[in-house]
């Protein structure tokens, strides 16, 4: 509920701060007092549209804070979750601070967000029902969800939505095949080529990698093969030498008392590896067996494996899965007219599916509406209404407008004059009237409304005795499921408050500023009085006012 208002600087109102309570509060004060600024400062923080004349004459900037407690399932929270803000506590604040330049910025518990977001957030907080601005019921998108959640249709429309989305699925699926078996036959031509020219190719994973080594060990063979050479007759030239060496060396140690034994040790081991390398260099030279044209098939073969990636667009390593996706497209050709029968037939069975589920949910709507209508008719006539005739109207769409929510139009009309049809309520009934249709469907429709602030402006224009009367016991009735709000001039409903609240203007000097009072008790009272009375409050209006109270 709206547990508080704080507003600086909007229009009259200088500061402001309010505390409300969840039962029936009314607003009362003369015609001009301020009423209207209270109810478009609490717009500002509920996302609507800001206009730099609600700032304060002389002020630089206008803010309004409203505080709400809210239950931690209350829908507002998920809305937030799905715009990623965390928000810890039980209870939100909303703020909006408008600039004199017609700037504005929105935040919710001082994190800033988007006015589209705060506008979301103010759906799902209040409901606003006046002559002339309503939010909720006179939004013809919401009746159809509305007429659903009175009717107890809200598993049904779950299952028609989610058959809308198979159905949806079914028919992608089959216009994508349709799309890839139409491209696929355009380009058979050109795929049956290219299948032969990559099969024919055979290239294999990895090859490109491999060619490229021998290629390059090719093409320096040469250079590899005169260093062997070369190498192996160093080598035979230092076998020789060490071989005298050692001779030599053998000759004289045993005259040397040992001390020539470990360099002739050392030159043995060196003649032996010097030995090993010349031959192992000899059997390398052997083995160096190149072919004279293997160079050419080798430049061959990379280059053609080169050739045919380019071609396609794509890498040498991408042809063996190219090769392999052109023959499934091939051979989709040739079964595509089964795939998309077979496809074609899953969609109508889907379509049938959803159409199966669509009539059953518009049977229940018709009856849900039966019975609204009913029921709203009943309420009608204690407002002063008795001529008037409420229907919901369920019509059937045209199917390429078939959606998740199932094949019916639905909207609230009213008929206020004998033998005239009904049409939209906006269109068809005046401000007061309006106001109090919408008070008759908000009476009916107040168990399955998860908004728990409802605001009434002047619901009770142009009436008064029994009709005004009436209007305050409805207003009573949804004040006893959630918080609910009247700007009033009826003395009527304004005894049926829980909480009073009266706005006044107040002069100091030049400066005009507008104020609200709560009022209990003996004000109450003299407040009511001088509603029944007029300028001069007379014993007989307190003793009536009393009595309304009483009553109350």
Do not use: C
């Not at 006179?138 to 509305?146: F, G, I, Q, V, Y």
């Not at 959640?149 to 159905?167: D, I, K, M, P, T």
């Not at 696929?184 to 990559?198: G, N």
């Not at 609230?412 to 009237?433: H, M, W, Y």
């Amino acid at each position: 509920m709206l547990a508080s208002l704080s507003i600086r600087d909007v229009v009259l109102i200088d500061r402001l701060q309010l505390a409300f309570d969840r039962d029936l509060g009314v607003l009362t004060g003369e015609t001009g007092a301020g009423k209207s600024i209270l109810l478009d400062a609490l717009g500002l923080t509920l996302g609507e549209r800001a206009d730099a004349g609600l700032v304060r004459q002389g002020a630089e900037a206008a803010q309004v804070v409203a505080t709400f407690d809210l239950e931690t399932r209350h829908p507002a929270f998920a809305l937030l979750a799905e715009n990623d803000i965390d928000i810890e506590e039980d209870h939100l604040v909303l703020r909006r601070v408008l600039r004199n330049d017609g700037r504005s910025r929105a935040y919710v518990n001082d994190q800033a967000v988007s006015i589209g977001l705060l506008r979301g957030l103010g759906d799902l907080l209040v409901e606003v029902q006046g002559q002339f601005a309503q939010r909720g019921l006179m939004d013809p998108k919401t009746h159809l969800a509305l007429l659903d959640a009175y009717g107890g249709l809200q598993a049904r429309a779950e299952e028609v939505s989610r058959l809308h989305g198979a159905w949806r699925d079914a028919a992608k699926a089959r216009a994508e095949a349709e799309a890839s078996f139409e491209q696929a036959r355009a380009d058979e031509v050109f795929l049956r080529h290219a299948v032969t020219e990559l099969s024919q190719l055979a290239a294999q994973p990895g090859e490109e990698k491999a060619l490229g080594e021998e290629r390059n060990f090719l093409m320096n063979a040469e250079k590899l093969i005169g260093a062997i050479n070369d190498s192996g007759q160093e080598l035979g030239s230092a076998e020789a030498a060490l071989a005298r060496a050692l001779r030599q060396l053998d000759q004289t140690a045993p005259k040397a008392g040992g001390r020539l034994d470990p360099i002739v040790t050392a030159l043995e081991r060196a003649v032996a590896e010097t030995s090993e390398a010349a031959a192992d260099l000899a059997s390398l030279a052997a083995d160096l067996d190149i072919e004279p044209d293997r160079l050419r098939e080798i430049d061959e073969r990379f280059f053609a494996l080169k050739d045919a990636a380019r071609k396609h667009g794509g890498e040498v390593e991408d042809l063996p899965a190219l090769l392999a996706r052109m023959e499934e497209q091939l051979a989709g050709i040739e079964t595509g007219s089964e795939r998309l029968n077979a496809l074609s037939q899953a969609q109508e069975t889907a379509r049938k599916a959803y159409a199966a589920a669509a009539e059953i949910l518009s049977a229940g709507r018709r009856d849900a509406a039966a019975k609204l209508d009913a029921a709203i008719n009943a309420e009608l006539p204690p407002l002063k209404l008795e001529k008037a005739r409420f229907a919901t109207a369920v019509s059937e769409v045209a199917e390429d407008s078939w959606g998740r929510h199932g094949k019916d139009a639905v909207s609230f009309q009213i008929a206020t004059n004998p033998g005239s049809d009904p049409g939209p309520l906006a269109r068809v009934a005046s401000g007061g009237e309006l106001s109090r249709v919408l008070l008759a469907l908000k009476v009916v429709l107040a168990e399955i409304s998860p908004i728990v602030t409802l605001v009434f402006d002047e619901v009770d224009s142009g009436i008064g005795g029994a009709t005004a009367a009436a209007v305050g016991e409805r207003l009573v009735r949804l004040a006893g499921g959630r918080q609910v709000l009247v700007v009033t001039h009826s003395p009527q409903v304004a005894a049926q408050g829980s909480t009073h609240y009266l706005v006044q203007k107040y002069s100091r000097g030049s400066e005009t500023t507008t104020g609200v009072v709560p009022l209990d008790g003996d004000q109450r009272r003299e407040e009511v009085a001088r509603m029944l009375s007029g300028a001069t409050v007379t014993d007989e209006a307190r003793a009536a006012a009393e009595k309304l109270m009483g009553a109350a």
